[in-house]
């Protein structure tokens, strides 16, 4: 058999960001004898179930002239809650926090334990020691010369259509662990999906955009060149059991662990990208450059929610959304169309159980914003993200979690009636709101004990690999 590429699987191994490991090398070489091989593969097709359709504008709508870019300073997480509610009531919440999380572990108390909350702290650790450098990539890659090329490859930088980088990227980064992965090109308008400044480190450095040929960072902005115009969006899957444990610390671990898992993947992709002579930019998979959950409706890895989050037709909302930006053509993938927020309109049930009543009740999304931590230009549910917070310090500083967990997207056992209900909703609405009678189970509240005695597979679900 002839191949396309001269590259060798050593050489191989340099692109895909795997170094000299020999475990690796096994499994690539089980997969792929060269990059043609890897765009050929048949992770890389977007395959959609029939009952997903592709759609030119996503199901929410937007007005992108009534969108502004955000500042990131509103958000919750950064100075957004002193806003909302005071510093003085900002700063007795956070004590609160802290007292709540040490009386939890002396008090030995079920879902809080120390074990649960060093789990926590385990999953946060990769995402949180590469979030500072991100931007640039960590410094592992190898120096690029003048015209782009890395100093160590004898070849010139890699050529392709944008159709087959896409299939390429697809099948990359499911390698090193995406769920699901779209791309989305930017322009006058998918640029106000980026901040103004950076969520992090808070320093009130800017997000700017330059005609100039490499990104760089200096004291006051970071700055991405207009011809890195492509956006790679990507999910990591949380464990359901781990989710349905909600609002317990278990929960958090969850959540965190994807975090660093979808920083490995960034790592990943910027090595893997860098070798082919193009740059790719990350934002340390906190989201603090932009919107990824937006970038995500728009690249068709879900839609827009009640919970103003993006649900994943197959993984609901147990899904988190990374991106990064490159300069490698890509050919940008469609948004779809599941019936997910048309169910939205009648199902409620993550605003019925949220426990700080901060998701809206109302039937008909709205272009009217809750207050500034909402970015306006979307006909969205707006939340009320002050409540939710203020609920998360009274758990002692973690996640609740139980809107995912309830959702009745998040149901993921893989059964036939499930799969079944699914494809119905997409299809034929009349029967939502009996499907939405149907849905018993709370999703949340199991007994965060007896999730120590669990079997789970890795990572705590079933390793399908969805479009």
Request: proline content about 6%.
């Amino acid at each position: 058999m002839k191949y396309h590429t001269t590259l060798s699987k050593r050489g191989l191994m340099k692109l895909l960001g795997l170094g000299e490991n020999t475990g690796a090398m096994g499994i690539v070489s089980s997969l792929y004898r060269d990059l043609d091989e890897v765009k050929a593969s048949p992770v890389a097709e977007r395959k959609l179930p029939g009952w997903i359709k592709e759609v030119d504008k996503p199901t929410v709508e937007i007005d992108w002239n009534m969108m502004k870019r955000f500042d990131s300073s509103n958000i919750m997480l950064t100075n957004g809650f002193a806003q909302a509610v005071g510093p003085e009531n900002a700063m007795k919440s956070g004590g609160h926090a802290v007292a709540r999380g040490t009386k939890t572990i002396l008090e030995n108390e079920p879902g809080f334990t120390l074990r649960d909350k060093a789990l926590v702290a385990g999953g946060w650790a990769t995402s949180l020691l590469t979030m500072e450098h991100a931007f640039l990539g960590p410094g592992i890659t190898v120096p690029f010369k003048m015209s782009g090329i890395p100093d160590d490859l004898d070849y010139p930088r890699y050529e392709g259509t944008p159709e087959e980088n896409t299939q390429m990227i697809r099948a990359a980064a499911k390698l090193y662990g995406a769920a699901s992965v779209g791309v989305v090109e930017l322009d006058e308008n998918t640029r106000k999906l980026f901040y103004v400044n950076d969520a992090w480190p808070w320093d009130g450095r800017k997000w700017e955009f330059e005609d100039v040929d490499k990104a760089y960072e200096d004291k006051n902005k970071k700055v991405i060149p207009y011809k890195a115009k492509w956006v790679i969006v990507y999910t990591i899957r949380m464990s359901p059991p781990s989710l349905a444990t909600a609002p317990a610390a278990l929960a958090t671990a969850a959540s965190a662990s994807a975090y660093s898992r979808g920083t490995s993947v960034q790592l990943h992709l910027q090595q893997f990208i860098n070798r082919l002579g193009y740059q790719c930019l990350a934002d340390g998979n906190m989201g603090t450059s932009g919107n990824s959950p937006g970038f995500g409706v728009l690249a068709g890895l879900g839609e827009l929610s009640r919970l103003n989050r993006m649900i994943s037709p197959r993984w609901g909302p147990l899904v988190r959304v990374f991106k990064v930006i490159t300069d490698l053509p890509l050919a940008p993938t469609k948004p779809i169309d599941a019936g997910i927020f048309r169910f939205c309109r009648i199902c409620k049930k993550c605003a019925e159980v949220c426990p700080s009543n901060a998701l809206s009740m109302e039937t008909e999304p709205s272009w009217e914003v809750q207050g500034a931590w909402n970015n306006p230009g979307v006909k969205a549910y707006y939340e009320k993200a002050p409540n939710c917070l203020s609920h998360w310090l009274k758990l002692g500083g973690h996640d609740c979690g139980i809107c995912l967990a309830s959702c009745c997207f998040s149901k993921q056992e893989g059964s036939f009636i499930h799969d079944l209900v699914r494809q119905i909703v997409a299809t034929t609405p009349a029967f939502n709101k009996m499907f939405r009678k149907l849905d018993a189970d709370p999703g949340y509240g199991k007994d965060p004990e007896a999730w120590w005695n669990l079997n789970l597979p890795s990572y705590g679900y079933d390793s399908k690999q969805g479009s």
